[in-house]
């Protein structure tokens, strides 16, 4: 296996030679899973924002973590029935995204992976994982997190750098200054002038690399604990 195949971390990239080979050695140690949505961000924001945002912190997580952790193909349909006013918002509900969530988690345990973090980028997802995650740890009896990423960015952090101090908002100061520094081609800025809501106007790309650079090393952090037994799961206890 060359050196690219072994620091690689998409797993689609990898051929079934290729993953096999780096699991029966014993390197791949863990798997995220980034889930997220395609959706409405007011007039200025690209529909994608959501689960680019949940890709690249994922993404560049795993490359700090290389070669022990893959990353997973993005659920970039998410839960967003609230959102549906606006015509291009695509939404799943709750119980066939769960279905197919709970499907993607099952794969990559069977794949050889007992640390595995689902790494959120929408908020609409929350409640339904939270209400359902004590049975997927009952039910596969191993290390699964669910974690929003904004939720690992220091409240220091974020406030030495939001003038709004408010995260994560929606394609407000936060996600807007997020888009800034990542991909600058998803903001429209004549949008930002004209619309009702003015906090976008805050943001800036500076800031918003700033938390990215700061998210990306707390999720790398959350996962390596995740490897070294630091950071486990307690399994909800089973009826007698």
């Known amino acids: 296996m060359s050196q690219s195949e072994s620091s690689e971390i998409l797993l689609p990239k990898l051929t079934r030679r290729e993953f096999r080979e780096r699991m029966q050695s014993g390197e791949l140690k863990a798997c995220i899973i980034p889930v997220a949505a395609t959706e409405q961000h007011l007039e200025h924001l690209a ?37 549906m006013r606006h015509p291009g918002t695509l939404s799943a509900l709750p119980g066939s995204w769960l279905s197919v969530l709970f499907d993607t988690i099952r794969s990559m345990h069977h794949a050889g992976f007992h640390n595995i973090l689902v790494l959120n980028g929408h908020g609409g997802n929350i409640a339904p994982c939270l209400g359902m995650w004590g049975q997927f740890q009952q039910r ?77 090393k707390q999720v790398a952090g959350y996962v390596s604990s995740m490897i070294d037994g630091s950071n486990t799961v307690e399994i909800p206890p089973f009826h007698p």
Not at 167 to 175: I, T
Not at 189 to 206: C, F, G, N, S
């Open 47 to 83: 529909m994608e924002h959501d689960w680019r945002s949940v890709m690249l912190v994922a993404t560049e997580a795993a490359r700090l973590l290389a070669p022990e952790v893959l990353v997973a193909p993005s659920m970039n349909i998410g839960i967003s029935e609230h959102h």
């Open 140 to 216: 596969l009896e191993i290390n699964l997190h669910f974690e929003s990423y904004w939720n690992l960015l220091p409240e220091e952090i974020a406030l030495a750098n939001l003038k709004t101090e408010r995260w994560p908002g929606h394609a407000q100061e936060f996600e807007t200054a997020f888009a800034m520094a990542a991909f600058p081609e998803n903001v429209r800025h004549d949008a930002m002038q004209d619309q009702e809501d003015k906090e976008p106007l805050e943001a800036t790309a500076e800031a918003g690399q700033k938390m990215i650079d700061e998210i990306v």
